[in-house]
């Protein structure tokens, strides 16, 4: 209905007769700055998703970075500057390699989509020469023990999500959880985080119960049906709680819990209520625009990957069009200082921890089709900025940059 | 010449009588509630409610007070109602989702903010055409414009600009760079400054026109509430000058700024997600509208007290008043 309406629209102003294109004035040529950034997407080998709704799309986290350098770019019209990203999808073996030639060419913004160890071994090769901004790995370590100096954390850490989520449901009194994880490391990691949050806000977790990935096709024929037996079974005779809290971020099980738990109970975690960056659902402060403009460029919707890229570098445009330098040490001490801030389709700026170079972000709260809330939630206060209620506050960091 | 001196004497009873009287018109969009709420401004009742198409948001009157533009936002379109009769007599070409408006002092064109296509469309309200498409930084939304008509100014919220538009030539021929998602643009009755709005930065640009700087920042403190919640949107500035009022969104509260000084002198208790502010044309009340709890406040102005609060439609978002 949207497509018509615009049809009409066009049709109409190319019959108008006192149609007028106006021109923006060019910048003048002998003062541009340019700017030019890479997003590298380090590709490792994984099962396929569980559902088929999250096969990974292959532009997957490049859209956003597109969808950022022209947002950067519409701005360097009017302040003289000209953005430019190169993308590139890798393996492990070559990411270092590839960064290090980029950095050679004058690229001194590295948008990381990369796991934890990659984008440590990036990070270490190129050292001051670059700002690596990581835009996927949700370590906690990298916010603490492993932190690097030349590093900014786009992506939230698990604490930070953990969280989000915890005090949303202590806002809903479901204090009580039974805390279901995989068998995968990284499962164990976001397993620590919940532990660490119910602690941090005050709910107990009743009983905890390993879903051990045996392998196997992640996907067959009639697969619901075996599910709707096992689910129930596995959910059976657990101490009384009031949520099932899943962590399950290899995608292995959560998914099928919704409806096939034993007790009538909700599920949150990595299925049901889910703590994340994004949704294609999500229309608040603004963010509708940035949905239309994203469909537009990739007919498909926005994964956390792709605003989180976006994200990234958005910072870059801001730092650069307030400070009209491309120098990696000016733009990283204008990047943790007061003066920085960004606004990002959530309601509020957000800012860099100077103590460990996390970017500072509310967090969504989603359902299948809606948003349901938005964390930090209001009751939770702090005395430096409420947002700081999320993740690994100044105190309990153990970073030395 | 007698008869001209009547005419000019009943004129000016019937401006007498209708300034007096302060029985002005208000319209109000409720963006969720898809109306617009019809209050009378000396009872303060909402008289009628009409549909206002999909998301109803900017709303302006003609001059003459004859005809009512509404931003439909998720129609696509400006849709125009006839005051006397309430009904909708036809639609302008406002480019995609249009969000906030504003008339040329002459009563034609009208300027529109176009938030997903990166442009300011220009029409003509007399020819129902679109006359200019001016290109300007992403998601444009504030609009005002110079009292001479000479300039008209965007701004843009994620570009972070007010970009300053020649209305002869539809070209930019200035930008000024302003705090993060800035959000409303309105100049002074003398045009002699232009204040700009930051959502997110929190602070309000005051800009000297002619030389394209800001000359101030006016930022907010509330005790207790949080720094992220004062989140300036609205802005209207009385006739003399002297009282500049500022809607602060989430915080609910309404700034009112000294004129002269440009400092805040007081924060006035409003409802909740206050966005938009009309005053009427008498300028004795301001009208905010309240997104979160669906009513409007009026403000006396002289006072500077909150005097009532009416409930209108499911979140209100724009406010115009008539100017008869």
Redesign the interface.
Known sequence: MRGTAKTIICAFALGAVAFVSASVRPALSADTLTVKAAVIRVDVEKPLPISRLDLPPDDLGFVGGKLATADNQTTGRFTGQEFETVDLAVGPDQAVAEVQRLVGEGVYYIVMAAEAETLLAVADAVGDSAVVVNAQAMDDRLRNDSCRSNILHVAPSRAMLTDALAQFLMWKKWREWALIHGSHPEDLLLADAYRRAAKKFGAKIVEERVFEDTGGARRTDSGHVLVQKQMPVFTQRMDDYDVLVAADEADVFAAYLPYQTWDPRPVAGSAGLRPTTFHPAHEAWGATQFQRRFEKESNRYARPLDYQVWLALRVLGEVVTRTNSYDPGTMKDYLLGPNFELAAFKGVKVTFRPWNGQLRQPVLLVGDKVLVSVSPQKEYLHKVSRLDTLGFDEPESTCVR | MIRSTCAAMIAFGALAYAHTAGAYTVYVTNEKGNTISVLDSETWEVTKTIPGGQRPRGITVSHDGKELYVCAS????VRVFDTATLKQTHTL?????PELFILHPSGNPLYIAN??D?IVTVV?VEKH???????V???PEGMGISPDGKVVVNTS?????A?FINTD?????Q?V?V???PRFAQFTADGAKLYVSA????TVSVIDPAAGTITKKISFQVPGM?P?ALQPVGVRVTGDGKKVFVALGPANRVAVIDGDTDEVVEYLLVGQRVWQMAFTPDEKFLITTNGNSNDVSIIDVESVKVIKSVQVGEQPWGVAVSPN
């Open positions: 998720d129609d696509d379109t070409p406002s480019g995609p989702d938030e997903d990166n003509d055409t679109m006359i200019a498409e001016v290109p930084g992403v998601e919220e994620t570009t972070n600009m970009h030539t539809y070209e930019i021929f930008n760079l705090d993060q998602r959502e997110i930065g929190g949080a992220e």
